[in-house]
Protein backbone atom coordinates (compact mmCIF):
# COMPACT_ATOMS: atom_id res chain seq x y z
CA UNK A 1 0.00 0.00 0.00
CA UNK A 2 1.95 3.35 -1.40
CA UNK A 3 -1.44 5.81 -1.46
CA UNK A 4 -2.91 5.90 1.93
CA UNK A 5 -5.97 8.36 2.17
CA UNK A 6 -5.01 10.47 5.58
CA UNK A 7 -8.70 12.14 5.89
CA UNK A 8 -9.72 10.61 8.80
CA UNK A 9 -6.04 11.30 10.25
CA UNK A 10 -5.75 14.73 9.42
CA UNK A 11 -9.43 14.61 11.55
CA UNK A 12 -7.19 13.01 14.59
CA UNK A 13 -5.76 15.18 17.47
CA UNK A 14 -2.14 15.72 17.18
CA UNK A 15 -0.45 12.68 17.68
CA UNK A 16 -2.69 9.91 16.95
CA UNK A 17 -1.34 7.75 14.58
CA UNK A 18 -2.03 4.85 12.62
CA UNK A 19 0.03 2.09 11.44
CA UNK A 20 0.44 0.16 7.60
CA UNK A 21 1.97 -2.92 5.73
CA UNK A 22 4.19 -1.34 2.50
CA UNK A 23 4.12 -4.64 0.61
CA UNK A 24 4.01 -3.32 -3.10
CA UNK A 25 6.74 -2.15 -6.27
CA UNK A 26 8.36 1.39 -7.06
CA UNK A 27 10.52 2.26 -9.31
CA UNK A 28 13.80 2.47 -8.07
CA UNK A 29 17.04 3.64 -10.57
CA UNK A 30 15.14 2.40 -13.95
CA UNK A 31 13.20 -0.43 -12.72
CA UNK A 32 10.43 -1.67 -10.79
CA UNK A 33 11.57 -3.10 -7.25
CA UNK A 34 9.32 -4.84 -4.53
CA UNK A 35 9.70 -2.32 -1.18
CA UNK A 36 8.74 -4.80 1.83
CA UNK A 37 8.11 -3.25 5.19
CA UNK A 38 6.34 -1.24 8.07
CA UNK A 39 5.44 2.71 8.00
CA UNK A 40 3.60 4.29 10.84
CA UNK A 41 1.71 8.01 10.32
CA UNK A 42 1.64 10.26 13.34
CA UNK A 43 -0.51 13.30 13.00
CA UNK A 44 1.17 16.28 13.48
CA UNK A 45 0.25 20.30 14.46
CA UNK A 46 0.50 20.86 10.34
CA UNK A 47 1.30 17.67 8.67
CA UNK A 48 1.45 13.71 8.66
CA UNK A 49 4.83 12.75 9.55
CA UNK A 50 5.75 9.40 8.11
CA UNK A 51 8.47 7.01 9.88
CA UNK A 52 9.24 3.46 8.56
CA UNK A 53 11.36 0.52 8.02
CA UNK A 54 11.68 -1.15 4.42
CA UNK A 55 13.32 -3.47 2.35
CA UNK A 56 14.09 -3.83 -1.04
CA UNK A 57 16.38 -4.96 -3.51
CA UNK A 58 18.01 -2.87 -6.29
CA UNK A 59 20.10 -4.19 -9.84
CA UNK A 60 23.82 -2.22 -9.69
CA UNK A 61 26.99 -2.44 -11.66
CA UNK A 62 29.90 -3.13 -9.32
CA UNK A 63 32.70 -0.38 -8.97
CA UNK A 64 35.60 -2.95 -9.37
CA UNK A 65 34.70 -5.23 -11.87
CA UNK A 66 31.62 -3.48 -13.82
CA UNK A 67 29.47 -6.62 -13.03
CA UNK A 68 25.72 -6.18 -12.47
CA UNK A 69 24.56 -7.92 -8.92
CA UNK A 70 21.54 -7.35 -6.56
CA UNK A 71 22.40 -5.27 -3.79
CA UNK A 72 19.69 -5.39 -0.84
CA UNK A 73 19.04 -2.05 0.79
CA UNK A 74 17.73 -0.99 4.11
CA UNK A 75 15.35 1.64 4.14
CA UNK A 76 14.83 3.84 7.31
CA UNK A 77 12.38 6.90 6.49
CA UNK A 78 11.56 10.10 8.30
CA UNK A 79 9.23 12.59 6.21
CA UNK A 80 6.72 14.94 6.48
CA UNK A 81 3.90 15.35 4.25
CA UNK A 82 1.76 18.27 4.13
CA UNK A 83 -2.04 18.51 3.34
CA UNK A 84 -2.95 21.23 0.05
CA UNK A 85 -6.21 21.24 1.29
CA UNK A 86 -8.19 21.67 4.68
CA UNK A 87 -9.96 18.19 5.30
CA UNK A 88 -13.20 19.77 7.40
CA UNK A 89 -13.46 23.47 5.09
CA UNK A 90 -11.92 22.22 1.83
CA UNK A 91 -10.00 25.31 1.67
CA UNK A 92 -6.72 25.80 -0.03
CA UNK A 93 -3.54 25.29 2.36
CA UNK A 94 -0.64 27.41 1.88
CA UNK A 95 2.49 25.11 1.05
CA UNK A 96 5.26 24.92 2.99
CA UNK A 97 8.52 27.13 2.82
CA UNK A 98 10.47 24.12 2.62
CA UNK A 99 11.64 23.37 -1.19
CA UNK A 100 10.51 19.86 -2.07
CA UNK A 101 8.27 19.03 0.49
CA UNK A 102 6.23 16.00 0.12
CA UNK A 103 2.36 16.69 -0.53
CA UNK A 104 -1.04 15.22 0.24
CA UNK A 105 -2.77 15.95 -2.66
CA UNK A 106 -6.61 17.37 -3.12
CA UNK A 107 -8.06 14.05 -1.99
CA UNK A 108 -5.95 13.67 1.28
CA UNK A 109 -3.94 10.75 -0.67
CA UNK A 110 -0.55 10.26 0.95
CA UNK A 111 1.71 8.92 -2.01
CA UNK A 112 4.78 7.23 -0.68
CA UNK A 113 6.31 6.13 -3.68
CA UNK A 114 8.44 9.15 -4.45
CA UNK A 115 9.72 9.72 -0.83
CA UNK A 116 10.47 5.72 -1.09
CA UNK A 117 12.35 6.06 -4.30
CA UNK A 118 14.73 9.09 -2.67
CA UNK A 119 15.16 7.33 0.21
CA UNK A 120 16.38 4.26 -1.90
CA UNK A 121 18.81 6.32 -4.38
CA UNK A 122 20.54 7.95 -0.88
CA UNK A 123 20.12 4.19 0.71
CA UNK A 124 22.71 2.61 -1.95
CA UNK A 125 26.16 2.46 -1.86
CA UNK A 126 28.44 5.03 -3.72
CA UNK A 127 30.74 2.27 -4.49
CA UNK A 128 28.89 -1.11 -4.85
CA UNK A 129 30.35 -4.10 -5.02
CA UNK A 130 29.31 -7.49 -6.22
CA UNK A 131 31.12 -8.87 -2.94
CA UNK A 132 33.97 -7.37 -0.61
CA UNK A 133 37.31 -9.62 -1.87
CA UNK A 134 36.59 -8.10 -5.72
CA UNK A 135 39.26 -8.77 -7.86
CA UNK A 136 38.25 -6.00 -10.27
CA UNK A 137 39.61 -5.97 -13.99
CA UNK A 138 42.50 -5.91 -15.15
CA UNK A 139 43.70 -2.32 -15.96
CA UNK A 140 45.77 -3.82 -19.26
CA UNK A 141 43.37 -5.94 -20.92
CA UNK A 142 40.04 -6.01 -19.18
CA UNK A 143 40.13 -9.41 -17.76
CA UNK A 144 37.80 -9.75 -15.21
CA UNK A 145 39.90 -10.86 -12.43
CA UNK A 146 36.85 -12.90 -10.28
CA UNK A 147 36.80 -15.46 -13.55
CA UNK A 148 40.45 -16.10 -13.58
CA UNK A 149 43.25 -14.57 -12.96
CA UNK A 150 45.15 -12.74 -16.61
CA UNK A 151 48.58 -13.25 -17.73
CA UNK A 152 49.49 -10.22 -17.51
CA UNK A 153 52.63 -8.47 -15.64
CA UNK A 154 52.52 -6.79 -12.31
CA UNK A 155 52.58 -3.35 -13.01
CA UNK A 156 55.58 -1.25 -12.71
CA UNK A 157 55.88 0.64 -9.57
CA UNK A 158 56.58 4.19 -10.13
CA UNK A 159 60.06 5.19 -9.20
CA UNK A 160 59.05 7.64 -7.25
CA UNK A 161 57.75 5.76 -4.55
CA UNK A 162 59.77 2.83 -4.69
CA UNK A 163 61.71 4.46 -1.23
CA UNK A 164 58.20 4.33 0.30
CA UNK A 165 57.86 0.89 -0.95
CA UNK A 166 61.20 0.12 1.20
CA UNK A 167 59.49 1.10 4.31
CA UNK A 168 56.89 -1.67 4.11
Known sequence: MLQINVSQLLKSPVGANRHYTVDD??????????????????????S??????????????????????TCPLDIKIEEEF?????VV????????????????????????SEA?????VMSAPMKPLCREDCAGICPTCGHNRNIEPCDCPPEEMDARWVELKKLF
Do not use: W
Not at 25 to 44: A, F, H, W
Not at 58 to 63: A, F, H, N, P
Not at 82 to 86: E, I, K, L, N
Open 48 to 69: VLVRGHLQTRVELSCSRCLCPF
Open 116 to 120: IRQYA
Open 25 to 46: SVRIMDSEQKVRGEVELVRTNR
Open 82 to 86: FPVRD
Open 89 to 112: SGASLPRPDEPGSFMIDDHHILDL
